[in-house]
Structure formats: structure tokens, C-alpha cells
């Protein structure tokens, strides 16, 4: 079946550092891929999305281009900050109304 | 802005004993989800519903489970008979159109079977 595979954390990272949390997925036929993120005492929001090989989904600084080839997703963004310390999950959409989730990388960033 | 609202934000039972989770998604949304995560694993998905009725449902989402929409606002998932293994966060979401993934959630209800 289809599933989800993210790099675990927790990632601490120093302000203005380069961000990258590896995602890779199985799955049949052409799936929409997400991130989520999810900030201290909230629910999860959706970050970006792309729906088809070669997109990329683009907010807030973060990025991340849907790689068929090698089937992932990884978020990306150039220079983080205080605020982006969050749980970022990785999912896809294939059929259905199901999200398939990653077990979600704890992300800190210190000043 | 409009968002997911859930109640409790915590509850501990005994085992056997049933829960109710509640939810009010955004108003003008018509999909509806509940979602867990036990912890150190995956959020993982349980049931959509749509127009009164169950869309699709996991293979968690067994008769020990129940849905309901008791009146325009309100989303409740019933646990009847808890298991020590139903400890979990809950998410409730909600979405104003069909199979985009797009979805607004809850800030969770976290169940704690002893």
C-alpha cells in the first residue's frame, strides 16, 4: 500500500541556517504530495502542496519539488527562523479522501 | 480566521468505558475527518463523512467506532468500550471540497485510557 517516509528528528538547527527534511513516498498512479506543519499547541496546517511530477509548492519560504524519478518531496528553506521551530509531516493523496501522513520530523531552531 | 474547534482538549477514562470527542469544524466546510496519532506514530487517518453519511472509513474505524453530525454544527466521534491501545490524540478536520487534501484540523483532543 501507499506510505510515507520521513527523515527523523528532532533537527536542531541555529537561526539562518539551510533547512532540508527528507520525505520519500511509495505509491501507485500519481499521487498529490503535502507538507504539514504543525506549531506548538495548534493543529496541523497545511504548508504547500503539489499535485503532479515536476511541481514545485512554494510558502512561506519553504519549498519543495515533487521528484517522480526518485519518488520525493523533501521541504526545503534557505534561512529559518525562531519561529519555524514546528513538527513538519510529509503526506500524499492518492485516491479517496484518506492523507496518508510520515510520522512527522520535530524541527528546533535556536537563536 | 475560521477554524476547527475540539473539546475536550484532554480526557482520561477507564477502560470499557465510552467517549465522546467533539468537534465544530468551519462553518461553511462539507467533509469532515477524524484522524489519530498514538504516540511515536504516524497521524493516521480513520473516517471522512459527507452529506450524513460515512465517504470512507480505515480499517481502524471498526464497530467500536461511530460518527455523527447531531445538528449543523457540531461532528462527534463515538469510542464505545475504550482499549488501552485507543490512547491517542484525535484530530478532527474538516474541508470545503472533495479528495484536495486540503484540510483544516483541530488542535486535537488527547484520550487517555487507563
Known amino acids: 500500500g501507499d506510505s510515507v517516509t520521513q527523515m527523523e528528528g528532532p533537527v536542531t538547527l541555529s537561526e539562518e541556517a539551510f533547512l532540508t527534511i527528507n520525505c520519500t513516498y511509495t505509491?501507485?498512479?500519481?499521487?498529490?504530495l503535502f507538507w504539514y506543519v504543525q506549531y506548538p499547541g495548534e493543529g496541523l496546517q497545511l504548508l504547500l502542496k503539489?499535485?503532479?511530477?515536476?511541481d514545485k509548492g512554494s510558502n512561506k519560504g519553504f519549498e519543495a519539488t515533487y521528484r517522480k524519478e526518485t519518488t520525493s518531496f523533501h521541504l526545503e528553506k534557505g534561512s529559518v527562523q525562531v519561529s519555524d521551530s514546528a513538527v513538519y509531516f510529509c503526506?500524499?493523496?492518492?485516491?479517496?479522501?484518506?492523507?496518508?501522513f510520515g510520522k512527522g520530523t520535530s524541527l528546533l531552531v535556536t537563536p | 480566521e475560521p477554524e476547527v474547534t475540539q473539546t475536550p482538549s484532554h480526557q482520561v477514562t477507564q477502560m470499557g468505558q465510552e467517549v465522546i470527542l467533539r468537534c465544530v469544524p468551519i462553518?461553511?466546510?462539507?467533509?469532515f475527518y477524524w484522524y489519530r496519532q498514538i504516540l511515536g506514530q504516524k497521524v493516521e487517518f480513520l473516517v471522512s463523512?459527507?452529506?450524513?453519511?460515512?465517504?470512507?472509513k480505515s480499517e481502524i474505524f471498526d464497530d467500536q467506532f461511530s460518527v455523527e453530525r447531531p445538528d449543523g454544527s457540531n461532528f462527534t466521534l463515538k469510542i464505545r468500550s475504550t482499549k488501552l491501545e485507543d490512547s491517542a490524540m484525535y484530530f478532527c478536520?474538516?474541508?470545503?471540497?472533495?479528495?484536495?487534501?486540503?484540510?483544516?484540523f483541530g488542535e486535537g483532543s488527547r484520550l487517555t485510557v487507563l
Open positions: 478536520a474538516s474541508s470545503g471540497a472533495a479528495n484536495t487534501g486540503e484540510l483544516f
Open positions: 505509491a501507485t498512479g500519481y499521487p498529490s
Open positions: 503539489a499535485t503532479k511530477a515536476d
Open positions: 503526506a500524499l493523496l492518492n485516491s479517496g479522501y484518506a492523507l496518508n
Open positions: 462553518s461553511n466546510h462539507l467533509y
Open positions: 463523512f459527507y452529506n450524513n453519511e460515512i465517504s470512507e
